[in-house]
């Protein structure tokens, strides 16, 4: 099965400067890579998705690549606000055309205004 | 568009005692989901709907755990008997899954707010 390593698991950074967050998959056949905010006590929100025909997608200042070769996809926020403060989750979908998506374990993000 | 609904968003038990979440998905969107969240973890996925079939329950513990979606709308998960080790945020999602089954591109899950569950 599929398996998502997410890290660092912990991230500060300086409000105005860039926050990158990592994930590895195992499946070569996932082709759908989703992040999720979280704050505390709330639910999960989509905040950006990638599929595998593409290598890079950005909208306004989140953007996430893609490198199928090395099983890898980041998360990179820049210019980041204090409303940025939350936990990130990647996903990757099990399989390919499976519905099953797994979850990184998640990175606390910190932006110290 | 109003999204998933949840509820209750908090239930407190003693072990050994039935309890049941509810979960109202998106209008329209005929895949659901079930995950179980631990502290200080991602989403777990316990169980999928299409439609009313599961069709993906491999990591549902059924010693304890069942889930209907009858009607291919509204969703129960419920636990019985709960164990110390139950406690978590139940959370509910739903998308809109186009082909069939096996060839259907992933589409975006929504979340809904999720049931806190303390297990005393």
């Known amino acids: 099965g599929e398996n998502v390593e997410q890290h660092p698991s912990t991230l500060s950074v300086q409000e105005g400067d860039s926050a990158v967050i990592k994930c590895t998959y195992s499946?070569?056949?996932?082709?759908?890579f989703p992040w999720y905010k979280q704050e505390l006590g709330k639910r999960p929100q989509l905040i950006i998705d990638i599929r595998s025909n593409v290598g890079e997608k950005k909208d306004q200042r989140i953007a996430v690549t893609l490198n199928k070769t090395a099983k890898h996809f980041s998360l990179h926020i820049t210019e980041t606000q204090p409303e940025d403060s939350a936990v990130y989750f990647c996903?990757?979908?099990?399989?390919?055309?499976?519905?099953?998506?797994?979850f990184g374990q998640g990175t606390r993000l910190t932006i110290n205004p | 568009e109003a999204g998933v609904v949840q509820s209750p968003r908090y239930k407190i038990i003693e072990k050994k005692q039935p309890v049941a979440f509810w979960c109202n998905p998106i209008?329209?969107?005929?895949?659901l989901y079930w995950y179980r969240q631990n502290l200080g973890q991602g989403p777990e996925l316990l169980i999928r709907y299409e439609n009313e079939e599961a069709v993906d329950d491999s990591q549902l513990p059924k010693d304890r755990f069942s889930a209907e979606r009858l009607k291919g709308v509204d969703s129960t998960l419920k636990i019985q008997p709960a164990e110390l080790g139950d406690s978590a945020v139940y959370l509910c999602?739903?998308?809109?899954?186009?082909?069939?089954?096996?060839?259907?591109?992933?589409?975006?899950?929504?979340f809904g707010p999720g049931t806190r569950l303390l297990v005393l």
């Open positions: 209008s329209g969107h005929n895949t």
């Open positions: 996903a990757a979908n099990q399989g390919g055309r499976s519905q099953k998506l797994v």
């Open positions: 499946d070569s056949a996932s082709n759908y």
């Open positions: 999602a739903s998308s809109q899954i186009y082909g069939s089954r096996g060839f259907a591109e992933q589409e975006t899950q929504y």
